[in-house]
């Protein structure tokens, strides 16, 4: 496998991405509700120029100076990192408005920026929101999201990506979610018949909140009010067997903590996935068979070379979530690597061995399939 010995300095190019806001209501608390604008950073190596940028977007950014991202710029590839209209709240966020951000961020990359090829880089949630967005790109289908709303996406210009990696990825936030829903108390390890039991209860409490979240749109609308919204909060979201037993989906993760600490307290605490919703953003976002954007239903649509990379000591997305992407992939041109020892984030001086792997992993794949460099 090729390495990359040689760390390049670079330029870390904060920008904006802005474009009219048509949907007709507020998305995000202040600024301007007719424009969008998208918080961007270039990182663009001084002495390495190449027609090729990694983009990376998360539904909710912030991880713009995640170790991943800096990395991949010290290795001499030109990376993006564009946070969505939602950057650091999910309460509002409707997936079909992320793949239009994406799209206008990868159409100033390329119009603006004057880069000619793409690779979408997803990273944990960011992995089945490029899925989605490749899909759509390559032939959207979409109309409008799960409540009616827009946008739709059979109307934008998404411009296809060349190629895609993801990278400690889950297969989508609400099949994350529905696999963290709080279903019962009980002492691992836990029996398949337990486990069986417990992964029908989340389903059936996820399908719940659906239905009464349809019903109470409905009820809006036929008191005459159907643009109105209403906010809701979510209790027990973060109890995934996985992270007591650790036989469960077995990998290197350290039993009783996960990536957001204690289970038992991020469970009900603030920061819990899913916490705070409102009506058409759980459809959108979080309902189990409503919600568009599936890593492993777009994966089969995808039409481009992926690349998907596992952390073996990740408490977040776990061995199944990297090997059920993978699976799904339906181009032929598809490879999977596992990174042994590193976590979610590669964060601290002990993972800067497997950091460095997955870099060497990336460029070596990057290299092999001629994203580097001008053609």
Known sequence: ???????????????????????????????????????????KPEDN?????????????????????????????HVIYCNSRFRGTDSALLMEKVIEDLGAAIKDAKDRLGYQRVVLAGWSGGGSLSVFYQQQAQHATITASPSGDGPDLTKLDLPAADGIMLLAAHISRHGTLTEWLDGSILEPPYSEEFLARYRQAQIDRNRRITAWVKDKLAELKAAGRPDDEFGFVVHGTMADPRWLDPTVDPNERVPGTCYLGDPQVVNMSPVGLARFSTLRSWLSQWSYDDANGDGVDCGRDIAVPALVIGNLADDACTPSHTRRLFEAIGHPDKEMHEIRGATHYYAGPDQRSQLREAVAVLSDWLVRHKFVGTV
Do not use: C, W
């Not at 474009?19 to 007719?34: I, K, M, P, T």
């Not at 170790?67 to 010290?74: D, E, K, V």
């Open 1 to 43: 496998m090729q390495t990359t010995a040689v760390k390049h300095e670079y330029d870390r190019i904060p920008y904006l991405v802005a474009f009219q806001n048509n949907s007709g209501v507020r998305d995000v608390y202040g600024g301007l509700a007719e424009i969008t604008v998208l918080e961007s950073y270039l990182l």
């Open 49 to 77: 120029p190449s027609d090729t940028v990694l983009v990376f977007m998360h539904p909710i950014g912030g991880g713009a100076y995640l170790p991943m991202i800096n990395a991949l710029a010290r290795a001499g590839h």
